[in-house]
């Protein structure tokens, strides 16, 4: 079903891309031949920090993803209540992330996805701990919710600071490769490291290990952002 709305989508992209103005921005820039080697020969940085910004959200988005999962072999929580939670997570993203990007074109990008990180950091090993302590509905919705509206503000903010990591002749490269390469290697892979480190660890707490390092890499990543005049 997914797959089947997104098709209906397509057309509708594909009317606003033929129809919409470019930017003055866009069309005053020198264009370039080569957009993939310059932004890996001039961007390395940038590309960098991208990666960087882009791990916490896709680590905590596949986290929300794999929490049915963890809540029914780990917790012994009802499949069918695993998954209200995770739909209720989703619809709280859905109407979350406008109002979160919105903000941050008043305040900046950065304040927000630091917050937001800086949550992730500090509280995730205490929510896990709580949801190990007292596997129940109430207490798996309540912490799904609190992960789903830190995301929300979180990719509420990052497309708009992707989108000014890099210039305009390489913009589109630049952003496809720091999203894609972050949620490959890192949110792609969540599920299979958080299984290890569970493994490894013995520990039903070990998913906070990862979103909290995770969650270290992406502040690292946006205070160096600040530092080159991003806000």
Known sequence: MPFFFG??????????????????????????????????????????????????????????????????KQLGIPASAAFSATIATGITQMIGAPIFGHWSDRIGRTGIMI?????????????????????????????????????????????????????????TTGMSLGYNIAATVFGGFAPFIVT??????????APSFYLTAAAAASIVALLRARRLGLR
């Not at 930017?23 to 960098?48: G, I, S, V, Y």
């Not at 798996?140 to 990052?158: D, H, K, N, P, W």
């Open 115 to 171: 917050g937001a990180a800086t949550l992730f950091l500090l509280l995730a090993y205490p929510a896990f701990a709580v949801l190990a302590a007292h596997p129940r509905f109430g207490v798996l919705i309540g912490m799904q919710l609190f992960l789903g509206t830190i995301v929300s503000a979180y990719f509420g903010a990052l497309p708009a600071l992707l989108t000014e990591l890099f210039p305009t002749q390489t913009r």
């Open 196 to 205: 290890w480190l569970i493994g490894a660890t013995g520990s039903p707490l």
């Open 7 to 72: 098709l209906l989508i397509g057309p509708v992209a594909f009317y606003i891309r033929r129809h919409i103005d470019e930017t003055p921005e866009f069309l005053a820039a020198q264009t370039t031949q080569r957009p993939l080697a310059d932004t890996f020969t001039h961007q390395k940085e940038r590309l960098t920090l991208a990666i960087g910004a882009v791990v916490v959200g896709t680590v905590a988005t596949y986290l929300i993803l794999y929490m049915p999962t963890y809540a029914v």
